[in-house]
């Protein structure tokens, strides 16, 4: 059964830092997402991706954070200076169809820690 | 503001028990509502649509009630397996597609 890959598994930086986490979507899905889930809270949705331009973000998603498609297959998400409220589990998801009409599929996430 | 409410638990059942799970969300534009599982520090994984009409799948039944803007997931003969926090989702539709989710409800079957 197809799945979204991401890598790492876990990514331990010093604040300031540049992280990028990167993601595989499912080979045919066309939408892409991010959202994170800090620690004991709820998942939170950062931005969707659609036909090589963001199509929608949250207020999360301020001028630190910036995603990429630079190949057919990865999906990218770059914070540019970390900071110690980034630590959280940052989830990858795929859908085939965005109008809210079929399924997101989720990866098994990377660990961002901030020291 | 869209907001998702869901009641955070523990609910702590004996196997075999039958436990319903309620979600509330605020958005009446929202188009289509989901239930997920999520274990410990694991991703969310997809239970279920829900529909207007309900749906089943196996043990598990979730119902949409779009008047009193509800959702809810039944889970019968419960399992040691179905042990996860369960976290409802909806989609508010059109250009954007994002999931708003509830913090989720966890659920502890006992032997």
């Known amino acids: 059964e197809p799945e979204v890959t991401q890598t790492p598994s876990h990514q331990v930086t010093q604040m300031g830092q540049e992280v990028i986490l990167r993601c595989v979507p499912i080979?045919?899905?066309?939408?892409f997402y991010w959202y994170r889930q800090i620690l004991g809270q709820k998942v939170e949705f950062l931005v969707s991706?659609?036909?090589?331009?963001?199509?929608?973000k949250s207020e999360i998603f301020d001028d630190q954070f910036s995603v990429e498609r630079p190949d057919g297959s990865n999906f990218t998400l770059k914070i540019r200076s970390t900071k110690l409220e980034d630590s959280a589990m940052y989830f990858c998801?795929?859908?085939?169809?965005?109008?809210?009409?079929?399924?997101?599929?989720f990866g098994p996430g990377t660990r961002l820690t901030v020291l | 503001r869209k907001e998702v409410e869901q009641d955070p638990g523990p609910f702590n059942v004996p196997e075999g028990a039958t436990v319903a799970f309620n979600c509330t969300y605020s958005?009446?534009?929202?188009?289509?509502f989901f239930w997920y599982r999520q274990d410990c520090r694991k991703e969310p994984k997809l239970l279920m649509s829900v529909y207007s009409s309900g749906n089943e799948d196996g043990r598990f039944t979730a119902q949409l009630n779009r008047a009193s803007q509800y959702i809810s997931l039944l889970i019968r003969d419960s399992k040691l397996s179905d042990s996860a926090t369960y976290l409802c989702?909806?989609?508010?539709?059109?250009?954007?597609?994002?999931?708003?989710f509830g913090k989720g409800t966890k659920l502890s079957v006992k032997p």
């Open positions: 991706f659609y036909n090589n331009e963001i199509s929608e």
């Open positions: 998801a795929s859908s085939w169809v965005i109008l809210g009409t079929d399924t997101q599929y």
């Open positions: 989702a909806e989609n508010v539709g059109g250009s954007q597609g994002n999931l708003i």
């Open positions: 958005n009446s534009a929202s188009q289509s």
């Open positions: 080979s045919n899905h066309l939408y």
